[in-house]
């Protein structure tokens, strides 16, 4: 690694952003939890909470040598994550000199919400690539009329089934290249295709533009929130969805469709020979991902492939891909998906390649492990424990907490342990997250951890307790309030979400706006 390039302790703020563009590999984690992150966030940052920092950083850092920036609310959260990191054996850890507060100090633009990156492409590949759209009150006008029309939601099943548009079909974006033919067999037939707010709606549209499907086909502006904000009702619970296999007589086609897609886009095809060779590179990181279904992945997978279905991996890069500029090998079964989701990744900026070989080992966990150290007890232990005076600390997510704990118990989170005196029950959902917690307790007595459910408590005689406002609001700080009520009757919110959706694209700066390659 050059020179000017060398990690040192501490990094201002100008000299992060310069590297931020030199296109070399870089991962900048905030180790901040999920709620600090989403009110306020530096552009290409990965959301590595410290609270569960070492085993997600396994799977988004996975290169050790890796140049890593951590950065926090200038508050000693960083610097413990560094030194955790360097534990790790992470030889290139620099954290940011005075953390978001000196970033916005030196005039760079601080961002709400996630998955930043995914989402400005998608309002920008509106503008670039001019993607027609249709309004609530023009479908609805269509749906009530009978006219020719299907309407494809683009999101994964789970969330179609929260809510939907009347008639609508689950078809992730990731699945449309595959399936279209199936779903919509006459060329005549308009094609709407919905996401709860905006990007999927866009994506999934210009994929069927793109890959030369001929019918009529529109993004639903503003998705289910423009819906619910006309007062049209929206279904829940529907169970229509794709089929799981392609059917024969679509499938040449389909291919046909993909693989020119790809050509055009410069996407190279590369043998698992090749693929040896990325992965043993030292100085790249190479990330494989198996973009079918959940369901196809469960039933076996190229060697080393971790699940991300495509249409996620599209919409949420960030999620999957902790290092900037590394190189990305999508594998499916049949030949149209990965090439199809890899022109969009493409023009997201990255490095990609569709590996010439099908799904076929058994999947790997995306989950690293942490080194347990502690006992673990069960709930009529806990119980003995605490009528013996035993301290009990709640580690869960503070949502979990306020639904419902063990009467007594208090909520924290890694950032914020103390040291605790005499016996202590951390009571988890996530033995990693406990092991993590009781790191920062290192000299203080026994402790335990409690993995069992809330009905395990009771049936052992744990009394339970509701607290729908504690912990506080300011201090549920994993937890992002950010218009996080948008599909829950508040049309305030949704109202927000989308105004800060619509304008991500005004806020970034040249450097970030140059970094995306769009391409029809």
Known sequence: ????????????????????????????????????????????????????????????????????????????????????????????????????????????????????????????????????????????????????????????FTEYQKMSIPTATCCPNGELALHIDTLVPDESTTIVINCAGRTRSIIGAQTLINLGVKNPIYALENGTQGWYLKDYPLDQGQSRRHAIDAAPLTLDRARARAQALAARHGIPNIKPEKLASLLADPERSTYVFDVRTPEEYAQGTYAGAAHAAGGQLIQATDQYVGTRNARLVLVDSEGVRAPAVASWLRQLGWEVYVLDAVAGGAPVSA??????????????????????????????????????????????????????????????????????????????????????????????????????????????????????????????????????????????????????????
């Open 1 to 156: 690694m050059a020179t000017n390039h060398t990690i040192r302790a501490r990094e201002d703020a100008a000299t992060l952003k310069d590297w931020l563009h030199d296109g070399q590999e870089i991962a900048l984690l905030d180790v901040r939890e999920h709620g600090q992150y989403g009110e306020a966030h530096l552009f290409y940052a990965v959301n590595a909470p410290y609270s569960r920092l070492e085993f997600e950083v396994a799977r988004l850092v996975p290169r050790k040598t890796t140049r890593v920036v951590v950065y926090d609310n200038n508050d000693g959260v960083a610097e413990r994550a560094a030194q955790a990191l360097r534990q790790q054996g992470y030889t290139q850890v620099g954290v940011l000199d005075g953390g978001v507060q000196a970033w916005d100090a030196a005039g760079y633009a601080l961002f709400a919400g996630v998955n930043l990156p995914s989402k400005t492409f998608g309002e920008l590949a509106e503008h670039e690539l001019h993607t027609p759209a249709i309004g609530a009150e023009e479908l609805n006008r269509r749906i009530a009329a009978g006219e020719n029309l299907v309407v494809l939601d683009g999101r994964p």
């Open 367 to 520: 989950d690293a492990q942490v080194e347990n150290r502690l006992a673990r007890v069960d709930s009529k232990t806990a119980a003995r424990l605490r009528d013996e005076g035993a301290a009990l600390v709640d580690v869960r997510p503070s949502m979990s907490y306020r639904a419902s704990h063990i009467d007594g118990a208090r909520w924290s989170i890694r950032s914020r342990a103390d040291a605790l005196n005499g016996v202590t029950v951390l009571v988890a959902d996530d033995a990693r997250v406990a092991e993590l917690y009781a790191r920062e307790l290192a000299g203080s007595g026994p402790l335990y951890f409690l993995l069992d459910t809330p009905a395990q408590w009771q049936a052992a005689g744990l009394p339970l307790a509701e607290t729908p406002d504690l912990p506080s609001d300011a201090e549920c700080i994993d937890f992002l309030f950010f218009v996080h009520d948008r599909h829950h009757g508040n049309k305030a919110a949704a109202i927000k979400y989308l105004e800060w959706e619509t304008n991500l694209v005004n806020q970034i700066d040249a450097r970030e706006r140059a970094a995306y390659r769009f391409q029809p």
